[in-house]
């Protein structure tokens, strides 16, 4: 950090040349960069190269997001972020590339990211090339992305075949387990690939944020879709965690997740297409709600018990052990609201560490309690397409009112959830009308 506020960082190649007064960065800042990565993402053919570099540009903003403290800034969140990558083919890559990957790590994090690309890195092995996948897709093992592997399974043609890249390494087991539940649909051919990488602390607490993650996922499945020569990468997401829009005022801009907002896809598509590459990524549950993805998971051949059991959707599972659902942050709400709607007054069997009859029991200041109040608040609120771009455009093939009934939709779904898992008496529901 150079001054307060503003931090500097330049990633390179192991021991290549430093920048003087910039923290220096490499893949030695990584716990493990396994073998098995290295080969998943092995480009065998130059014109592809750039797939490498931009897995680069993922990891150095990985790194410097987790070594620069919020906690040092005057607000406890923005901050200056300077990071300069050494890329293999950096020819490739124009002030337009620097300007759209600021935009992009900006949306991601909430910061002011300012990124300068130059050459000196060192190409990196690659392997014979072995391609066999006509299909890629991110994998993490929660209710929306197994639904979606299920439907690819189902649909899958003799000459097809599937690949699925995971990255949570805590959930390895339960991801290994639901994939298996989704083989046994499928005589065909799908693999999945699990991989990790965690970043070194050197003595340091690094910052808990972690949004930048998501891009680092992605953008390892974009690698994977180069070396198999696949032209598209599937993240599904359903529509009301994919647009995210903030539940009340205090939750605008970065307090609300957008990792699969359609505007993040956007610019990551555009930064492909702007180095010569032609991949892109898509998002096939864009407009679907919660209980619509529960739904073609069982269309698929899943049970509803497997969905349930196995499936994993909280925000921060390895805290909610040995439950892996806390049962009371924004993705567990969604996710109990799309199983209420296919379970037809049954009882929910996920498993959760917090019953939601139990939140409104809890004192007010209780972060346990604060998203479903939040929630509460914002279905007793009007929801307008000025409410849906209020912190975030839309890329210009998406008209807003194509996605306002899907939002709708899923906003009925968590209305009649709550109405009918909550206590009668809760102090939000006394006067709580949804609109």
């Not at 995971?166 to 339960?174: G, S, V």
Request: proline share 5%; aromatic share 8%.
């Amino acid at each position: 950090m150079t001054r307060r506020g503003v931090f500097c960082y330049h990633f390179a190649s192991h021991g290549q040349t430093k920048l003087e007064g910039w923290e220096p960065l490499s893949n030695d800042d990584f716990h493990d960069l396994p073998r098995h990565m290295e080969s998943l993402i092995a480009i065998a053919d130059d014109d592809r190269v750039w797939a490498q570099d931009l897995l680069r540009i993922a990891k150095a903003a990985y790194l410097a997001d987790r070594r620069s403290p919020r906690n040092m800034m005057l607000d406890g969140w923005t901050r200056t972020i300077k990071l300069s990558v050494q890329l293999i083919a950096p020819d490739k890559w124009s002030d337009q590339q620097e300007a759209d990957l600021s935009d992009l790590l900006g949306m991601l994090t909430g910061d002011q990211w300012e990124i300068s690309l130059r050459g000196g890195a060192a190409t990196q092995h690659t392997l014979q090339d072995d391609a066999w996948a006509t299909d890629v897709a991110l994998f993490s093992g929660g209710l929306d992305s197994t639904a979606y592997a299920a439907q690819l399974a189902h649909r899958l043609k003799k000459d097809e075949r599937a690949l699925f890249v995971a990255y949570d390494w805590n959930l390895q087991k339960p991801q290994q387990q639901i994939f298996e539940s989704v083989q046994k649909i499928t005589s065909h051919r799908i693999d999945l690939h699990q991989t990790r990488l965690n970043p070194k602390a050197h003595g340091k607490k690094l910052d808990g944020s972690n949004r930048s993650r998501s891009l680092l996922f992605v953008v390892t499945a974009i690698c994977v879709a180069a070396v198999h020569r696949v032209t598209s990468v599937a993240v599904p997401e359903n529509g009301q965690l994919a647009i995210n829009p903030a539940l009340t005022p205090g939750r605008l801009s970065s307090c609300s997740t957008r990792s699969v907002h359609p505007w993040t896809m956007h610019l990551i598509n555009r930064i492909i297409a702007g180095v010569g590459g032609d991949i892109t990524v898509h998002n096939p549950f864009l407009n679907f709600t919660k209980g619509r993805v529960c739904l073609e998971a069982c269309r698929a051949g899943l049970s509803v018990d497997i969905i349930q059991k196995e499936t994993v959707s909280c925000g921060h599972p390895t805290t909610a052990r040995p439950h892996y659902h806390c049962g009371y942050c924004f993705p567990c709400l969604v996710r109990r609201a799309g199983l209420h709607t296919v379970l037809d007054g049954q009882r929910d069997q996920s498993g959760y560490q917090v019953d939601i009859a139990e939140i409104d029991s809890l004192p007010y200041n209780d972060p346990k309690a604060t998203d479903l109040r939040d929630l509460a608040y914002w279905l007793e609120q009007e929801f307008t397409v000025q409410d849906l771009i209020a912190d975030a455009p839309l890329p210009p093939d998406i008209a807003p009112t194509t996605l306002i009934p899907a939002l709708r939709a899923g906003r009925a779904e968590l209305a009649t959830m709550i109405s009918n898992l909550t206590a009668s008496n809760s102090s939000f529901r006394r006067h709580w009308n949804p609109k």
